[in-house]
């Protein structure tokens, strides 16, 4: 199982990019799949999943809500995260993860994932 992220870059605030997370080795669409970020000095935090097999839930955290978007293309086994109005505050490493089993609640602690790509910077200046 491998996951390989890309599209991270040096944006000015309010401007968008996507991130792509390719899956090989295994069936995107049947597992739980998530991006996280690390800021430097800061914990990896969850800003987006969506469950697989078949049922469609998608949860964000409140500091992306109305901003993010996480999508998949099962056929590609590629998922992706739509940023739009970037902050400097989503300075981070993004990381992208996947896992057979959902997490216990919500977007789910890194732990719960057992597979994750290497990550990918995004820089927003002000």
């Known amino acids: 199982v491998q996951l390989q992220a890309s599209g991270g870059g040096l944006v000015q605030a309010g401007g968008s990019l996507r991130l792509s997370c390719a899956g090989s080795?295994?069936?995107?669409?049947?597992?739980?799949f998530a991006w996280f970020r690390q800021a430097p000095g800061k914990e990896r935090e969850g800003v987006a999943y969506?469950?697989?097999?078949?049922?469609?839930?998608?949860v964000y955290s409140d500091s992306v809500k109305g901003r993010f978007s996480i999508s998949r293309d099962d056929d590609g086994n590629t998922a992706y995260l739509q940023m739009n109005n970037l902050k400097p505050e989503d300075t981070a490493e993004y990381y992208c993860?996947?896992?057979?089993?959902?997490?216990?609640?919500?977007?789910?602690?890194?732990?719960?994932?057992?597979?994750w790509g290497q990550g990918t910077l995004v820089t927003v200046s002000s």
């Open positions: 969506s469950s697989g097999g078949g049922r469609t839930t998608i």
């Open positions: 080795g295994f069936t995107l669409g049947n597992f739980a």
């Open positions: 993860a996947a896992d057979p089993r959902p997490p216990r609640y919500n977007l789910g602690n890194p732990y719960e994932y057992d597979y």
